[in-house]
């Protein structure tokens, strides 16, 4: 009877392990698959999270990008505006250079309307006839060139005028402003018209010795030997024609075949070979300073 007993609580505690095994087992079954889930969802939530994470950086780069872009477009603007300004400003310089230059060649002297004789310019003057007298530094030059013309061509050539004083070139001009007046013109226009053939006092290379007006200074010269061969040998001596045909826009005088300008041979060489006028070649000077 005893025994009995014990056997049947025995088997009651085998039946309450096993009850509690199937416990733990279901409990353990159920936390694996609740385990299992949050992890599968917490992935996909994560994914979620990073794609927005992602996506907003990729749209805060893109705004930044084009941020720097415009910065970038607005500052390469702002330097071609401040490289164009200053290459502008640099050329003007330059150009304001090239005004202040001086030729320090006293026969490249420069004399016009724009270029009045300096009040300090002095010189010698030498005969070359009773009446004409011209720069004794190239007196020299304009003998040898009218003695070979005149051995060379047969023909008749002379100066008619060389060096002319302040008094004698204000008589030139009233007479010619007068000459245009008589015609009918007015003061004015006459004194307009009067600067394309004869300069104002102050503005004449006459007054300074180094030009020549040959024979009767008119364009009946243009036919004869003499102009002929001074076209073709006049540099050799250092003389140039200083009023040229289609320079006028330039020298603001008309072509005049007579009248002719000492420079030097090195320089009269230059400018027959490149058809400069004086006025051009003294920029051109300038330009290769």
Not at 31 to 43: L, R
Not at 156 to 169: F, K
Not at 279 to 284: C, F, G
Request: glycine share 4%; hydrophobic share 30%.
């Amino acid at each position: 009877m005893y025994k009995r007993k014990i056997f049947s609580r025995k088997k009651k505690r085998l039946r309450y392990a096993r009850i509690r095994t199937l416990v733990m087992l279901a409990l353990i079954a159920v936390c694996s698959v609740a385990f299992f889930q949050n992890k599968g969802k917490s992935k996909d939530e994560e994914k979620l999270v990073n794609s927005y994470a992602i996506g907003t950086t990729d749209e805060a780069d893109t705004a930044n990008n084009n941020s720097v872009n415009a910065d970038n477009t607005l500052i390469n603007g702002m330097n071609e505006d401040y490289t164009d300004k200053k290459a502008k400003d640099d050329s003007e310089e330059e150009k304001e250079d090239i005004k202040s230059k001086k030729i320090d060649d006293w026969r490249l002297i420069l004399v016009n309307a724009d270029n009045p004789v300096p009040d300090d310019y002095t010189f010698e003057l030498t005969s070359l006839d009773e009446f004409r007298t011209f720069d004794s530094r190239a007196i020299g030059d304009l003998k040898k060139l009218i003695e070979d013309c005149r051995r060379e061509t047969r023909g008749v050539i002379w100066v008619q005028s060389g060096y002319r004083d302040r008094s004698a070139q204000e008589r030139l001009y009233n007479d010619k402003v007068k000459q245009y007046m008589d015609s009918g013109k007015s003061r004015e226009e006459a004194e307009k018209l009067a600067v394309t053939s004869v300069s104002k006092p102050g503005t004449s290379e006459h007054e300074i010795g180094l030009a020549v007006d040959f024979n009767y200074a008119n364009f009946e010269f243009e036919n004869t030997k003499a102009f002929k061969w001074l076209m073709e040998n006049a540099h050799k001596y250092g003389f140039i024609l200083r009023y040229p045909e289609g320079k006028q826009s330039i020298t603001k005088v008309v072509y005049e075949p007579w009248h002719f300008r000492y420079v030097g041979k090195e320089h009269a060489e230059v400018i027959k070979s490149k058809g400069f006028c004086l006025e051009e070649y003294i920029e051109y000077l300038k330009n290769q300073q």
